[in-house]
């Protein structure tokens, strides 16, 4: 099991140091629509402080998408999702976040940057290389996934001889594509893209295989955070995956993953410190001890009798 190579991601002028931990990118969508939050954050300030929550959460960056993967339903115009992400890219920017804007749409693109986003999540496999040229005028990151699917189309019976082959075939030409429009690899992720134009055994295949992806020389991006595959093998709806997520992400880690999209920030924290503890990558004090008021939970009687002011606090 490999651990993964260190790269410097270089993301306007922020120079990321990725390997040794890997990042957290916490899911912000700002979609009436998403497959897994429907409706949590419905408006611009909810939305906001849903943002600052995964922050405080741990969350090293957010991925701002304005438009879900949801395949029965049309593309959104690219003025109504400039006008969902901009606004609110511009408002955590201005907290000093460090923020990706999801799309493939290069006007998208351009106005999320200008509002301070510093990377481009794309998940369409490059569909549009002015995306590429976009990040390139801008000095913003590009990551490109996989897909053989266009945006918000599901492949019914995907084929593949060996998805794994595909999958690296297909980003070394699509990465190809984006160095022509000049993006240096400095500024380069890759996702191999679980689920899009696979199907679960596919991805699982792909997941098990994910350290082959290692050979294009760029940091990965694992985005398996309620994922269908997930769903399929524990036969759980997208809220209820944590624990099969967190099964993903650890392997992810194992086999070299660098950047961590998730929905659920906090526990992915947690996972992500025990891991490392576990493992012998930090040092744990022999003075370590659990606080008194974290020993047990409180007993009704307990809560009961809580100052009203203290319990809603």
Same mark, same amino acid.
């Given at each position: 099991?490999?651990?993964?190579?260190?790269?410097?991601?270089?993301?306007?002028?922020?120079?990321?140091?990725?390997?040794?931990?890997?990042?957290?990118?916490?899911?912000?969508?700002?979609?009436?629509?998403?497959?897994?939050?429907?409706?949590?954050?419905? +408006?611009?300030? #909810?939305? &906001?402080?849903?943002? $600052?929550? @995964?922050?405080?959460? *741990?969350? !090293? /960056?957010?991925?701002?998408?304005?438009?879900?993967?949801?395949?029965?339903?049309?593309?959104?115009?690219?003025?109504?999702?400039?006008?969902?992400?901009?606004?609110?890219?511009?408002?955590?920017?201005?907290?000093?976040?460090?923020?990706?804007?999801?799309?493939?749409?290069?006007?998208?693109?351009?106005?999320?940057?200008?509002?301070?986003?510093?990377?481009?999540?794309?998940?369409?496999?490059?569909?549009?290389?002015?995306?590429?040229?976009?990040?390139?005028?801008?000095?913003?990151?590009?990551?490109?996934?996989?897909?053989?699917?266009?945006?918000?189309?599901?492949?019914?019976?995907?084929?593949?001889?060996?998805?794994?082959?595909?999958?690296?075939?297909?980003?070394?030409?699509?990465?190809?594509? +984006?160095?022509? #429009?000049? &993006?240096?690899?400095? $500024?380069? @992720?890759?996702?191999? *893209?679980? !689920? /899009?134009?696979?199907?679960?055994?596919?991805?699982?295949?792909?997941?098990?295989?994910?350290?082959?992806?290692?050979?294009?020389?760029?940091?990965?991006?694992?985005?398996?955070?309620?994922?269908?595959?997930?769903?399929?093998?524990?036969?759980?709806?997208?809220?209820?995956?944590?624990?099969?997520?967190?099964?993903?992400?650890?392997?992810?880690?194992?086999?070299?993953?660098?950047?961590?999209?998730?929905?659920?920030?906090?526990?992915?924290?947690?996972?992500?410190?025990?891991?490392?503890?576990?493992?012998?990558?930090?040092?744990?004090?022999?003075?370590?001890?659990?606080?008194?008021?974290?020993?047990?939970?409180?007993?009704?009687?307990?809560?009961?009798?809580?100052?009203?002011?203290?319990?809603? +606090?």
């Amino acid at each position: 099991m490999a651990d993964a190579t260190i790269h410097t991601l270089v993301a306007r002028e922020r120079r990321i140091e990725l390997g040794d931990v890997p990042l957290v990118m916490g899911i912000l969508n700002a979609t009436p629509d998403s497959f897994s939050d429907p409706g949590v954050a419905p +408006a611009l300030e #909810a939305r &906001v402080e849903l943002g $600052r929550r @995964l922050l405080e959460e *741990g969350a !090293d /960056l957010l991925d701002v998408g304005g438009e879900s993967g949801v395949t029965n339903l049309p593309a959104v115009d690219p003025d109504e999702e400039i006008d969902r992400v901009a606004p609110l890219i511009a408002r955590l920017a201005s907290d000093g976040a460090l923020l990706s804007v999801d799309t493939y749409k290069p006007a998208v693109a351009q106005a999320a940057i200008d509002a301070g986003a510093a990377i481009v999540n794309d998940p369409s496999g490059l569909i549009d290389s002015d995306v590429a040229a976009v990040c390139a005028s801008s000095g913003a990151a590009l990551a490109v996934t996989h897909t053989r699917a266009r945006p918000k189309e599901k492949l019914s019976r995907p084929r593949y001889d060996d998805v794994v082959d595909d999958v690296k075939r297909l980003l070394a030409e699509r990465l190809e594509a +984006a160095r022509d #429009a000049g &993006v240096p690899d400095e $500024r380069l @992720l890759v996702c191999p *893209g679980p !689920d /899009l134009g696979k199907d679960p055994a596919q991805t699982i295949e792909l997941l098990r295989r994910l350290d082959e992806v290692r050979s294009l020389g760029l940091p990965i991006l694992l985005a398996v955070s309620r994922k269908d595959f997930v769903g399929a093998l524990t036969e759980r709806a997208p809220r209820a995956r944590l624990a099969g997520t967190l099964a993903a992400v650890g392997h992810g880690l194992d086999r070299g993953a660098h950047v961590l999209r998730v929905h659920d920030v906090a526990a992915t924290r947690d996972y992500l410190v025990v891991r490392r503890a576990l493992r012998g990558d930090v040092e744990v004090p022999d003075d370590l001890l659990l606080a008194d008021d974290l020993r047990r939970e409180p007993l009704p009687q307990e809560t009961a009798a809580r100052p009203q002011n203290e319990a809603a +606090a």
